[in-house]
């Protein structure tokens, strides 16, 4: 499906196919979903936005068509009625924007939470090579309660599987923007509650926030990103069992941390701001109303995602002057 905007570095390497963007002018990308990988539904969407902003005002979903509105811009177009925010249905792929109940026009306040990286990213240089590795005491707790079983797949095989934290103790800062009750020692988090066995191949792509754990939804598994054959080792929902296996809420943690990490932002302005592009524009010659002398269309720059853009905001500007000449009796 071609996209009628622009993709963001972000949007592309996620293979976004459903958009979700502000009712402001110029729009902007507030969230974004590879649905090929795992189909949502309005319902779902809204407990997931709840689970990041629990006090978000209520809103719903309409589906929009999006049109240049600028160069790297763009504008939002009504072609639709409401989505239902308890529809169970999944939701089609395209384009939609946030509309507030009580019709405000502003930016949902879910734009103040900055997208995460991965946390295998977010690990400064001088940060401890062993911050993913599960503490001796720790995993000694695990073994004697879970005997080597993986709590994603059920796969009992002490050669394929190794210990993992569900939410690393080291990244406990995430969570105090979220308002949580839980303790701001990390030791709270370096407990057998908060860790367990995986398969060795699905763990980096856990780690890495590639899939993770919708606790609330019967604990199903959400894949954000392709995992290629890993994905193939994923049940629909994990092995649970009583007394065995990670807490949810230590699961519930890595989701709403991945949703941040998967979801949140990628318009293209992240990628090019103002600057940026009047800058490009003075390089090719176009920058101003009374420009001359463009450069050739064989520049290379002219090939560039940007260097299109301003072409294509040039080609619509003359073809806007000219049908207006046209229109013009003297």
């Known amino acids: ?56 005002k209520p809103f719903t979903l309409h589906p929009v068509t999006v049109h240049q509105f600028g ?86 095989s002490p050669d394929d599987v190794g210990l993992v934290w569900v939410f690393p103790p080291y990244f406990i800062y995430l969570l105090f923007s979220y308002g949580d009750p839980f303790s701001s020692d990390p030791e709270f988090f370096k407990t057998a509650s908060n860790a367990g066995f995986m398969h060795k191949r699905l763990m980096p792509f856990y780690l890495g926030n590639a899939f993770s754990i919708d606790v609330d939804d019967g604990h199903r598994v959400v894949v954000f990103r392709d995992m290629g054959s890993a994905q193939l080792l994923l049940p629909s929902h994990i092995f649970t069992r009583d007394g065995q296996g990670p807490d949810d809420k230590f699961l519930r943690e890595h989701f709403r941390v991945s949703l941040q990490v998967n979801l949140l932002g990628g318009d293209i302005c992240e990628d090019y701001d103002h600057n940026d592009i009047l800058s490009m524009m003075e390089e090719l010659g176009v920058e101003g109303e009374d420009y001359v002398e463009p450069l050739p269309l064989t520049d290379p720059r002219w090939q560039t995602v940007l260097g299109k853009a301003i072409f294509e905001d040039v080609l619509l500007s003359k073809t806007t002057v000219a049908c207006l000449d046209d229109l013009d009796p003297d």
């Not at 949007?11 to 009712?23: G, N, P, V, W, Y």
């Not at 979903?33 to 006090?55: A, D, E, G």
């Not at 879910?110 to 590795?133: G, Q, S, W, Y």
């Open 71 to 156: 160069i790297m811009s763009y504008a939002i177009e009504l072609n639709g009625e409401d989505i239902p925010a308890d529809s169970t249905e999944a939701l089609p792929i395209g384009n939609y924007a946030w509309y507030w109940s009580d019709g405000e026009r502003a930016y949902p306040e879910i734009t103040a939470f900055t997208r995460l990286a991965p946390f295998p990213e977010m690990k400064a240089h001088n940060d401890p090579d062993t911050l993913f590795d599960v503490l001796p005491l720790v995993a000694e707790a695990v073994r004697q309660r879970d005997h080597h079983q993986c709590f994603v797949t059920g796969i009992v």
């Open 1 to 56: 499906m071609t996209s009628s905007h622009i993709l963001s570095t972000i949007s592309a390497r996620l293979e976004r196919d459903t958009f979700i963007f502000s009712t402001t002018a110029p729009t902007r990308l507030v969230l974004g979903l590879n649905q090929r990988l795992t189909p949502v539904s309005s319902t779902t969407i809204h407990r997931w936005i709840r689970l990041i902003t629990p006090t978000v």
